[in-house]
């Protein structure tokens, strides 16, 4: 792949962003955006906008198949069985609280336990958060080792007879870890327990197989695979989709509505409410295509190159501590300087045009754990080049210069 | 924008070696403030004696160099002074931070106030201005014995 030109593709390294060339090392973030999917948004609403599913004039049904196009390529991409287990959501986080919510109505009562483990993002906590104000049910935490990771053994560890799902991130948004979901899953299974993957940033990074995967549940954030905000995907096994209760009501969810009852309507329909982000969902087909056209082996390949660059350049920088040091690893590095604080790195960075993030990002279990109330990361998409690896290192030693170290 | 108007010496200095860090015994008011978005928490302690006034403060927590520096000037600052006098303070500064030039109570004297505006560089940085006001807030919930954790998102 040849990285200058797929970076032609993102507009917004067209122009200078506070007079310097931007260099986004945010995409754990959010990702930016290719052309394509900006075009296709902005011809959906001015060549062929309608609502999808309802009405049966030329444009709702045009519009329609578009929609449900992207289902398709979604279930291709993700090599799902079939095309009613993909569930468009507003993002990861709606397709995860949905999963919490309808699992936990019909299949959690108190004292029962979920299992998750300490590098989680808020979004694969707090949702089973608030099952325990409701239900009195339990959450544990596997929890990670020296290097940052969870380990299949640290799942087992936690795993009880009270277990009733078990939900794990594939790969850490801190870290850097990929979990071995594959084998959590055959191990979970054994126990007759479903898992759920919070795949937020395994999806724009990795390869995905859900029939080779054979987890029940998988989160997908649209906006961090070159996609539009507003979109997320749910891919549940359709036993689960078919079995769970529906989660919001609304127009497009129903069979038959009387006063004396309701009747909900088929897959996908079901989970899918009201009038949802349809220009999203057509544009996020061209962020699959465009993912496709490079190949995910070679965004796998070339990310890998610009970790392992970049972990060789900042071990070389003292001063500099990178958080962590998973086995196997995606394309984030978060890092500490010793004497400043990540937002001073943050914004003394950006006064170069470097874009990195600095906070908790949204991990507090995993910062009170590590006893850091903060990190600065660094995270890779397919646009990064060694160039802007180059430009962090100079950036960061321009940072310990005014702190003097 | 540039960054050595952030990242003044006596702001570097104070984020360094922050001033009243800590917390005493006799303390008669006190009062917690978080930054949610960036993790960065202070509480803010402080004896008030019986003509109102401050006789002693410190602090305790972490954060960045911006927050840091806020907490450990505004607290060499307030002491000794009476708790009216503290609260216009505290207006002045959160006034010249938000939009004001210059500060303009006439309890501070013209060096306090210079070491007060060398923190005015963060209007420049909108995402930090919240580091710079966190203990301000903090030190009023003490004052008003509020037991609301402060949160800089409200």
């Known amino acids: ?405 | 924008m540039d960054l050595k108007d952030l990242y003044q010496e006596i702001i570097l200095d104070h984020g360094k070696n922050p001033r009243n860090l800590g917390k005493f015994d006799n303390y008669n008011k006190d009062a917690k403030g978080n930054n949610p978005l960036c993790g960065d928490n202070v509480h803010v302690y402080l004896r008030l004696n019986e003509n109102k006034k401050v006789e002693d403060i410190a602090f305790e927590g972490h954060g960045c160099a911006i927050s840091m520096a806020s907490a450990s000037i505004m607290t060499d600052m307030v002491r000794g002074k009476e708790e009216k006098e503290v609260k216009e303070i505290v207006t002045d500064f959160l006034g010249m931070i938000k939009e004001k030039d210059s500060l303009e109570t006439k309890i501070l004297k013209d060096d306090e106030k210079t070491k007060l505006m060398s923190l005015s560089g963060v209007k420049q940085y909108p995402m930090r201005v919240k580091c710079a006001t966190l203990s301000w807030h903090t030190l009023t919930s003490a004052l008003d014995n509020s037991d609301q954790i402060v949160k800089t998102e409200d």
């Open chain 1, 1 to 405: 792949m040849n990285v200058d030109d797929i970076k032609k593709e993102f507009p917004i390294f067209d122009d200078k962003i506070q007079n310097n060339d931007l260099v986004y090392l945010d995409s754990a973030n959010s990702s930016q955006k290719p052309r394509v999917v900006v075009d296709r948004i902005y011809d959906f609403y001015t060549k062929e906008f309608s609502n999808v599913g309802r009405s049966v004039h030329y444009l709702a049904v045009a519009a329609t198949n578009l929609y449900e196009q992207t289902r398709v390529s979604v279930q291709k991409y993700i090599n799902a069985k079939d095309k009613d287990e993909i569930v468009f959501t507003k993002g990861a986080t709606e397709a995860i609280n949905l999963v919490a919510n309808t699992f936990g109505q019909k299949y959690l009562s108190e004292g029962d336990e979920v299992l998750l483990t300490e590098l989680e993002h808020h979004s694969n906590y707090v949702p089973w958060h608030f099952l325990r104000k409701a239900k009195n049910i339990r959450i544990e935490f596997a929890e990670i080792n020296d290097d940052g990771e969870v380990t299949l053994e640290a799942i087992e560890k936690k795993i009880t007879n009270k277990t009733k799902i078990i939900s794990v991130s594939h790969l850490s948004n801190v870290t850097g870890a990929i979990l071995p979901i594959k084998q959590i899953v055959q191990l979970a299974h054994s126990k007759n327990i479903p898992v759920l993957i919070d795949g937020c940033q395994g999806a724009p990074h990795l390869k995905l197989d859900m029939q080779d995967i054979d987890c029940d549940f998988y989160a997908i954030s649209g906006h961090k695979m070159y996609g539009p905000t507003g979109i997320g995907i749910l891919y549940a096994k359709k036993k689960w989709l078919e079995d769970l209760p529906p989660y919001q009501g609304g127009g497009g969810m129903i069979n038959e509505v009387k006063k004396e009852g309701i009747t909900y309507g088929e897959l996908p329909n079901k989970y899918e409410a009201g009038t949802m982000a349809t220009a999203q969902v057509i544009a996020f087909n061209e962020s699959i295509k465009f993912m496709e056209k490079i190949g995910i082996q070679n965004i796998e390949k070339h990310e890998k190159e610009l970790l392992d660059y970049g972990l060789e350049k900042l071990r070389k920088n003292n001063s500099v501590n990178i958080i962590g040091n998973p086995k196997e690893k995606g394309g984030v590095i978060s890092f500490t300087i010793k004497g400043v604080h990540p937002h001073d790195i943050a914004t003394i960075l950006d006064e170069d045009g470097v874009a990195i993030r600095a906070g908790h990002h949204c991990c507090q279990i995993l910062h009170d754990k590590l006893n850091l109330p903060a990190t600065a990361r660094a995270s890779f998409g397919v646009y990064n080049t060694k160039d802007d690896i180059d430009k962090l290192d100079e950036a960061i030693n321009k940072c310990k210069k005014i702190f003097n170290l």
